[in-house]
């Protein structure tokens, strides 16, 4: 959804009109106050997000618009729109956002399968008759291919960013230190994202404990909402390895608490085992933090290319060697890494640039021209 309005921002000073039609309930409270008009269908039924409503608006309304962009698939929007519009005169694209991906098919067998019985007559129509499938970044174009061997469509790598720090540096380090004052002066490693089993943070806290004894002043923060009996497994397992009081959870971080942590790391982590695209990944990036990262977050050759960061396998021993290497790295070393990485944001997930590119190419796809 930030993602939507962001990109929405950015083709309003451009000069065009964004309607988002939400499958939610009227009066839902993050439909508001955004700069584009919201149209909410709800209420959706069962986890498809169902609802009759959708169909004939966008029959009723289809022509008001050049393009439609359908945001996400395996839910009733996408195949709605193929319902829709498929073969009219308005055409539409699908950003799969990640959803593609055969880390799915391996770790959840029994859900892949419920998929097949679904793909064939409807999210692989959906895709084959959109006038392309947009994707953030060629890994993710890649992959795409590899979850169904029923599989045609139209492919274009658009890109995708996000927003710079809203807030400046020496501000948002003060108010995270006044939240968090036994966090200064130490070299701290963030983790910032949904603390999940897909997110490595096994991996990191075997990482870290590996590393710790090198530096007394070495602290990690796991940020982010928890899985209760994750978190639970995530602290005895730090406990056992000794490293539990070196370790801070503050729970969820926002606004300029959230920027005040990105730019008082010494280095932002994710083994992840799957990440499309990493938003914090990027928004690290965005305040000059280096990142560690696996192979499977998808932007990793972007990053890998620009120097901006350290790129391992998603394993224990991935997670271990991306923290000994930059534990290795000379302080002139991690500085040039640091420019580098603001450097990797400005010139490829600034949304003020990606969002105008990615316009721009949907013109072009639209009006039949590459």
Avoid at 198 to 224: T, Y
Wanted: net charge positive; with cysteine.
């Amino acid at each position: 959804m930030e993602g939507v309005r962001q990109i929405a921002r950015v083709a309003h000073g451009l000069g065009h009109q964004t309607t988002v039609v939400s499958l939610d309930c009227p009066g839902a409270a993050f439909l508001e106050g955004n700069s584009f008009r919201a149209v909410p269908l709800g209420p959706a039924y069962l986890k498809y997000h169902y609802t009759p409503r959708l169909v004939p608006w966008l029959r009723a309304h289809a022509r008001e618009f050049d393009v439609v962009i359908v945001n996400g698939i395996w839910q009733y929007s996408s195949f709605g729109v193929w319902r829709a519009l498929r073969g009219g005169r308005v055409p539409y694209f699908v950003f799969p956002h990640g959803m593609l991906d055969p880390y799915f098919k391996r770790a959840f067998p029994l859900k892949h399968l419920k998929k097949w019985l679904y793909w064939p007559w409807a999210e692989y129509r959906a895709l084959r008759d959109a006038r392309a499938v947009l994707f953030t970044c060629e890994e993710e174009r890649m992959l795409a291919r590899r979850s169904f061997w029923l599989y045609r469509c139209k492919e274009e790598v658009v890109g995708y960013g996000t927003a710079p720090p809203a807030f400046e540096r020496e501000a948002a380090e003060a108010a995270f230190f006044a939240a968090f004052p036994m966090l200064k002066d130490l070299r701290i490693v963030l983790f910032l994202s949904r603390i999940h089993e897909k997110k490595g943070c096994d991996l990191l806290i075997e990482a870290f404990a590996a590393i710790a004894g090198s530096d007394p002043r070495w602290h990690l923060v796991l940020a982010g909402p928890a899985e209760e009996r994750l978190a639970a497994r995530l602290r005895m397992r730090a406990q056992a390895l000794g490293v539990a009081e070196r370790i801070t959870w503050p729970g969820m971080l926002a606004g300029i608490e959230k920027w005040g942590a990105l730019y008082a790391a010494e280095v932002f982590v994710l083994p992840s085992h799957q990440e499309n695209f990493g938003i914090a990944v990027a928004e690290a990036l965005a305040c000059g933090t280096p990142v560690l990262i696996s192979d499977k977050v998808n932007i990793w050759r972007e990053i890998d290319a620009d120097g901006a960061g350290l790129v391992e396998p998603d394993t224990a021993s991935g997670a271990c060697q991306l923290l000994r290497r930059w534990n290795g790295l000379d302080m002139v070393a991690r500085e040039q890494m640091r420019v580098q990485a603001r450097a990797c944001f400005e010139n490829r997930f600034d949304i003020r640039r990606v969002a105008a590119g990615i316009v721009g190419r949907i013109q072009r796809l639209a009006n039949g021209r590459i």
